[in-house]
């Protein structure tokens, strides 16, 4: 069985002393939540504050985002090294804010996810359809380009170690979720379209649902098979929220 995983994504939300309170709450309801590994993806200025209050618990931390450039002339970039001398062991590739807000194409988010990855991060690459794209039946298609764009550049060696996560660009931020079974199907075609690669990479590969994941519907998304957890926006702003979210992967 796949160990689960939930993962906070606090985007551009924070600040050093509402980050203490909410860290410190973490780290003292950590030992309630079971056999689940939890993790944080902060701003890049609040790394060394998550360094140093999660580095000796079981909490680990990471980033939103990184440069496909190892180092150079690249303004406001942060490269996959950086992030590793704080400690990250995650960072968020091609979120769906990132997609549509900073341009990102398959071709940058396939060379995020690489860069990522031989540095010896873990990239949670993310993938997901718009609406418009769900109406009109496009689902399935749209997260396989998606998918094959990283395959391709990458080789599916690197998805060994690596996480994927569902995320539908309507249920982000939205309060609607996917419901169990939309997830699942998808969930069900990535690992497949992984499999048609390599069968055992496919097999241990972690797949998050992500899309307004609450307390309240963690537990009947997780509980699908193809579900490995979840990456949380909104809801990992809050102590109990996040620990709630983390107990529902733990059942
Ligand atoms: C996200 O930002 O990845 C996300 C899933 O957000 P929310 O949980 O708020 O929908």
């Given at each position: 069985?796949?160990?689960?995983?939930?993962?906070?994504?606090?985007?551009?939300?924070?600040?050093?002393?509402?980050?203490?309170?909410?860290?410190?709450?973490?780290?003292?309801?950590?030992?309630a939540i079971g056999e689940v590994s939890a993790s944080v993806c902060v701003p890049?200025?609040?790394?060394?504050?998550?360094?140093?209050m999660l580095a000796a618990t079981p909490i680990s931390w990471g980033a939103q985002?990184?440069?496909?450039?190892?180092?150079?002339?690249?303004?406001?970039?942060?490269?996959?090294?950086?992030?590793?001398?704080?400690?990250?062991?995650?960072?968020?590739?091609?979120?769906?804010?990132?997609?549509?807000?900073?341009?990102?194409?398959?071709?940058?988010?396939?060379?995020?996810?690489?860069?990522?990855?031989?540095?010896?991060?873990?990239?949670?690459?993310?993938?997901?359809?718009?609406?418009?794209?769900?109406?009109?039946?496009?689902?399935?298609?749209?997260?396989?380009?998606?998918?094959?764009?990283?395959?391709?550049?990458?080789?599916?060696?690197?998805?060994?170690?690596?996480?994927?996560?569902?995320?539908?660009?309507?249920?982000?931020?939205?309060?609607?979720?996917?419901?169990?079974?939309?997830?699942?199907?998808?969930?069900?075609?990535?690992?497949?379209?992984?499999?048609?690669?390599?069968?055992?990479?496919?097999?241990?590969?972690?797949?998050l649902y992500g899309g307004s994941v609450k307390a309240q519907n963690a537990g009947?998304?997780?509980?699908?098979?193809?579900?490995?957890?979840?990456?949380?926006?909104?809801?990992?702003?809050?102590?109990?929220?996040?620990?709630?979210?983390?107990?529902?992967?733990?059942?």
């Amino acid at each position: 069985m796949r160990p689960k995983l939930v993962v906070g994504n606090w985007k551009m939300h924070g600040s050093l002393s509402g980050n203490k309170n909410l860290l410190q709450g973490l780290v003292a309801g950590v030992g309630a939540i079971g056999e689940v590994s939890a993790s944080v993806c902060v701003p890049f200025p609040y790394l060394a504050q998550a360094q140093q209050m999660l580095a000796a618990t079981p909490i680990s931390w990471g980033a939103q985002n990184l440069s496909e450039h190892a180092q150079g002339a690249y303004t406001g970039e942060v490269a996959a090294a950086m992030l590793l001398e704080f400690g990250c062991r995650h960072v968020i590739v091609g979120h769906s804010e990132r997609r549509a807000l900073y341009g990102e194409t398959d071709a940058v988010v396939a060379a995020k996810f690489v860069a990522a990855k031989s540095a010896g991060l873990v990239p949670i690459l993310c993938v997901g359809e718009t609406l418009a794209q769900r109406e009109s039946g496009q689902t399935a298609e749209v997260v396989a380009a998606q998918m094959v764009a990283v395959l391709d550049k990458a080789g599916v060696g690197a998805f060994a170690g690596a996480v994927v996560a569902y995320e539908p660009v309507w249920a982000i931020g939205t309060g609607k979720t996917a419901s169990p079974e939309q997830a699942q199907e998808v969930h069900a075609a990535i690992r497949a379209l992984v499999a048609g690669r390599d069968e055992v990479i496919a097999a241990g590969l972690q797949i998050l649902y992500g899309g307004s994941v609450k307390a309240q519907n963690a537990g009947e998304i997780f509980v699908k098979p193809d579900i490995d957890g979840g990456l949380v926006g909104g809801a990992s702003l809050v102590v109990d929220d996040f620990l709630a979210i983390c107990q529902a992967a733990s059942r």
